[in-house]
């Protein structure tokens, strides 16, 4: 069997995906994008086509490397979110010309379904008990909220105030047992970081995510030490060895590498296995796509230390299109009471309705994060 051609298509609300074709009619899809820079990871995906057509599809590790080390210049959010969605691709076709689920071709799954969260309160976050609430109702029992919207390094200790008060409102709305993650979206600097993460203890989040920005994790020794509750990062990490660094200096209690950033689930399962040798649990990031939710899952199913799944169902982000609209079975993705079943079907578990992508692949998006200032016109942290 030889790889044959890449195709790739732009869809709404924000999402790029891939499918590879062979001689023989086999066929894997995978998601490779980064948010805001879609057509950069296409780009990067078509010219990685050169290392790939003509070659075995089913020697997925001797193609992650020669797409990773067949480059003088690696790692980076293009070029590893071009070969996760690729190797997503590669394992779906694999599964698919087996006729059985990825997570059967890395030693068969660990767990039967998946605990899963979902987002409430928007990027400026508001109203977040009664979203919070409304979650609990369809059988969440957990949810991740932004903490905070933009903060300067040094802010007035109110802004600190604002954040915490959303935090109690949210968990009043719940109860105790109902976890609470709050993610800091590294728009908190070191100065308030200090303050808020000791403030927010009382309200026992399941975690606080992206405390600081990843270029200033080396802090999180002397901000975060002694804290009650779970710290959690990683979605902006691309490689191994950048985990590596993170777990070494042991400051970190969850991992959250993308499935679509961080080379796909070829080195999102080295990620977690590096991560269990550290008693670190593993939450896969997963702020996308069907593909990506599913390739998510996949490691999910075969890694001891996942505890607790990201989707993105009903998010904010997600205008025109959402989720299970590409699917032909969406009961495939089904979420029910707070979790969803690991994909049974070959492959990454889900099919695609390929008429449908290419319909709104007609529309397209343009998708651009917010260009965020503070008062005084400098740029703020999106």
């Given at each position: ?147 905070t919207a933009e903060m300067a390094i040094v802010d007035s200790h109110a802004r600190i105030d604002e954040a915490v008060a959303r935090v109690a409102e949210a968990r009043q709305a719940v109860g105790p047992e109902v976890g609470i993650a709050i993610d800091f979206h590294g ?196």
């Amino acid at each position: 069997m030889k790889i044959t051609r890449l195709k790739t298509w732009q869809v709404p609300p924000r999402w790029l995906f891939l499918k590879i074709e062979t001689d023989e009619g086999v066929f894997g899809w995978g998601e490779p994008v980064v948010e805001g820079r879609a057509a950069t990871v296409e780009a990067a995906v078509h010219e990685f086509a050169d290392m790939l057509v003509g070659e075995d599809p089913h020697r997925i590790e001797h193609l992650w490397n020669r797409m990773y080390r067949g480059g003088f210049y690696r790692g980076g959010p293009i070029l590893m979110s071009a070969i996760a969605g690729i190797d997503q691709a590669l394992w779906d076709l694999k599964g698919r010309d087996l006729g059985v689920p990825v997570h059967q071709l890395l030693g068969g799954a660990c767990r039967d379904r998946m605990r899963m969260y979902a987002w409430t309160g928007g990027d400026r976050p508001s109203e977040v008990g009664k979203g919070a609430r409304e979650l609990v109702d369809q059988g969440f029992t957990a949810f991740k909220m932004n903490g905070t919207a933009e903060m300067a390094i040094v802010d007035s200790h109110a802004r600190i105030d604002e954040a915490v008060a959303r935090v109690a409102e949210a968990r009043q709305a719940v109860g105790p047992e109902v976890g609470i993650a709050i993610d800091f979206h590294g728009r908190v600097h070191r100065p308030m970081a200090k303050a808020l993460l000791r403030e927010l203890e009382p309200f026992h989040p399941m975690f606080v995510e992206e405390p600081v920005l990843p270029e200033h994790l080396p802090c999180l020794k002397q901000i975060a030490g002694g804290l009650g509750y779970p710290i959690a990062t990683g979605e902006r990490l691309f490689t191994r060895y950048q985990f590596r660094d993170l777990l070494a200096d042991g400051m970190v209690d969850i991992v959250q590498p993308d499935v679509s950033h961080c080379g796909g689930i070829s080195e999102a399962l080295r990620i977690a296995s590096l991560a269990s040798c550290h008693d670190v649990a593993l939450a896969p990031h997963c702020p996308l796509g069907p593909l990506s939710l599913a390739a998510s899952l996949q490691v999910d199913a075969v890694s001891h230390n996942a505890f607790i799944q990201e989707q993105s169902m009903g998010i904010h982000y997600n205008r025109d299109n959402d989720v299970l609209d590409y699917l032909v079975d969406k009961s495939a993705l089904a979420i029910e009471e707070g979790c969803c079943a690991i994909p049974q079907g070959p492959g990454l578990g889900v099919e695609i309705d390929e008429a449908f992508v290419e319909e709104r692949a007609k529309v397209g998006h343009r998708w651009r994060n917010p260009l965020w200032t503070h008062a005084d016109g400098s740029v703020a942290e999106w």
